[in-house]
């Protein structure tokens, strides 16, 4: 359900003329309150051991639950992205993360509490040490390193991380392919 049909009164001044005004906000006919839905912030980290295979998670929970993730969530109030991939690596796996960098970003749609929530993907990457202690924990049911030619992209639940990962996978064979050639 689109924000648009689950929203019928005005949250400034509780009126029911609270109309579609274009196609992305909603607007109030009594006082002229405009509601614009945007996407909400949210990150992922592609996080690879010293061997290069990359950390998957299994989620715990809707959407997608007992699909393959990769850690990250929401980005809090007053956070900045990267504040806020190092606090969800943190809460599902327990392990601590300075290194974490930016890569790309890719629009999402997330089901939330019978709600379509339009998402901003930003996701970064990193690395851990073969012999890092993670902990599965919050969002997570389980976290595993595979080696990323083992990696079925289809089995990752969220549209967006699954490109990501297909990304991922072409990015990391080209990779392959220049030092093979070198």
Known sequence: ???????KFCPACGSDKYIIHNVKSKRCDICGFIYYQNPSAATAAFIRNEDGDLLVCRRSHEPAKGTLDLPGGFIDYDETAEEGIAREVNEELGIRMDNLR?????????????????????FFEGKVANNVEIQAADDV?????????????????????????????????????ETFLG
């Open 102 to 122: 930016y890569v790309f970003s890719l629009p999402n749609d997330y089901l939330y509490s019978g709600l379509n929530v339009p998402t901003l993907d930003m």
């Open 141 to 177: 049911e389980e976290c595993f390193f595979l080696p990323v030619r083992e990696i079925n992209p289809r089995l990752f639940g969220l549209n967006s991380v699954r490109k990501a990962v297909r990304m991922f996978i072409s990015e990391n064979e080209s990779r392959r392919k």
């Open 1 to 7: 359900m689109k924000f648009s049909e689950k929203f």
